[in-house]
């Protein structure tokens, strides 16, 4: 239904913008423009894509741009001294210390590791959740993309169709020069929602993927050194190997900044 009222909303589009009143033409040429390709672009994305993976695009994006960076090591340094702790009190500490956290695979790793369940059980269920959220952000950058690719092309159909107002004004040729500007202004606009709007949105998704798979490493190799009880040195070298550069050095500039900042522990 919905796509239906699309449609045809956008057929009514092209029917007025080619039948409108030459002498106001000049004023709604461009809200024409604008509408003629943001309506056949979305008209062209409900066609390729469901309405529920549609929904999807506002809270991926919004997240994309409103989460907070992964703190390395402000994490790193938790996780050393819940090591320590964990080794001296049990699993006790892990559920207290999962009850203050709010980054979901942490959050889910610890009270997992606290409910005395096995490695394969862990990494298993947290694959699962990682696998969900790539395919969801996956989902919805393909769809920007696609979106990105339909923008030009009805800014193109805009151009040809405002190009044939201008064959019955060829006996006027005082008229052809803005009738012309006024042709090529959907293909201006198409071209800016794809370069500006569209495939940023869609490289910012993609970034974020990367650095999710990142973050996702880190946190399972801090998960699984905290199932094995390793010593806090290891753990800091192994969480170390997979921080990006720029975490690392900030870890280890703070670390040596620390005096009291000790890992030594007896076996």
Known sequence: ?????????????????????EAYYGLFSNILSILFVLGGTLIATLISFPIAKLKEIWPAVRKSYMAERFDYPDKARSILHLARKYRRTGFKCLEETAQTIDHKYLKLGLNLIAANYTWQQISSTLEQEYIFDSLENNTVERIIRSMAKYAPAFGLAGTILGLMRIFPQLANPQNIGSAMSLALLTTLYGVLASNLILLPLASKLRDNAADNEIMYRFIMEALLCLHQREYAVVIEQKLCALMPRRALHAYQSCRSENPQFNLAETA
């Open 1 to 21: 239904m919905k796509i239906t009222i699309f449609i045809i909303s956008f057929l009514a589009i092209i029917f007025f913008s080619s039948t409108f009143n």
